[in-house]
């Protein structure tokens, strides 16, 4: 019986995590830093947990290394264990350093039960949250801005997405950022964006990613992360590209969608689907740049 040709294929990706688990972790020599103009264009990343600013930030990264752009990356929670807030939020500040981000505080612990059910359960607590947003876009004036879409499963993934809508709803309708929504925990039903990243990106996006020490010695997404961004090239050819069509050689990309708040509901910025692949200039696509 002929060996099954797959099985070597198949068994290279164990592989490659096991040989994964010996990389360091955090302690790596920063890449060169970005160059910014004082008046750059600033792009905000509404991170739910420390950690989401590196799983989404494809396209953030790119987007300041090839445009320009100042990344500011909000930490709104420091996850939901006290014991971990501070050690969480030193790893963040080292991730951030790593990608040349810079990082917006809330709080000290960052903001606590940013759930569906605390928006619903504790009025109080979330205008006063929702009023922490306001102050944040306020002062940051920021051309887009990146947070999880409805139906990102996660709990503070989800609540993350109301808050930031809630304090949109009350900013004047001319000073309105662009909307780019991010998935992780759950797929959205409809991106309009899928943006290739290089190979040294996502080395940089991994290597920012093994700097929150605590989160992956808990689970190694950090090893698995180059395999969910590989699916998202197979998901992104059918649901952004359309059905049936051609799939892009790409090899590693992340999913968006892209639109603009009116009267309420937030519309696609455009009619079909886009693809950024890693040789597209962002400019190509994003008029702020």
């Given amino acids: 019986m002929s060996k099954n040709p797959y099985l070597p294929f198949a068994s290279s990706f164990r592989q490659l995590v096991e040989q994964g688990v010996g990389l360091p972790l955090g302690g790596i020599n920063k890449p060169s830093p970005t160059k910014l103009t004082e008046n750059a264009p600033v792009v905000l990343i509404f991170s739910p947990h420390p950690d989401d600013e590196c799983i989404i930030g494809g396209l953030p990264l790119r987007l300041m290394r090839e445009a320009g752009t100042r990344v500011v990356n909000v930490a709104v929670t420091l996850g939901s264990n006290k014991k971990r807030q501070q050690p969480r939020l030193a790893e963040l500040r080292n991730a951030c350093d790593y990608l040349g981000f810079e990082l917006q505080e ?12 605390a928006r619903k359960n504790e009025p109080e607590h979330w205008a006063a949250a929702v009023e922490s947003i306001e102050t944040i876009l306020s002062d940051w004036s920021p051309k887009a801005i990146f ?9 503070t993934h989800v609540g993350v997405h109301h808050l930031v809508m809630d304090a949109l709803a009350a900013l ?20 309009n964006l899928m943006v290739e990243s290089s190979e040294t990106d996502l080395a940089d996006l991994l290597a920012a ?54 009267d309420g509901a937030v519309d696609p910025v455009w009619s079909e689907g886009k693809m950024l692949a890693k040789e597209d200039a962002p400019s190509s696509l994003f008029n702020f740049l």
Avoid: C, K
């Fill in 209 to 262: 990613l093994s700097h929150h020490v605590g989160e992956v010695r808990r689970n190694p997404f950090h090893l698995r992360m180059p395999a969910w961004m590989q699916d998202n090239v197979r998901l992104g050819a059918e649901v952004v590209g359309g059905q049936g069509g051609e799939a892009p050689s790409f090899d590693f990309a992340t999913l968006y969608r892209v639109g603009r708040l009116m």
């Fill in 147 to 155: 947070f999880p879409h409805l139906l990102d499963w996660n709990g």
């Fill in 106 to 117: 809330t709080f000290s612990n960052g903001l606590e039960r940013i759930t569906p059910v």
């Fill in 172 to 191: 004047p309708s001319n000073s309105l950022p662009l909307l780019v929504e991010t998935e992780y925990w759950g797929q959205m039903h409809s991106p």
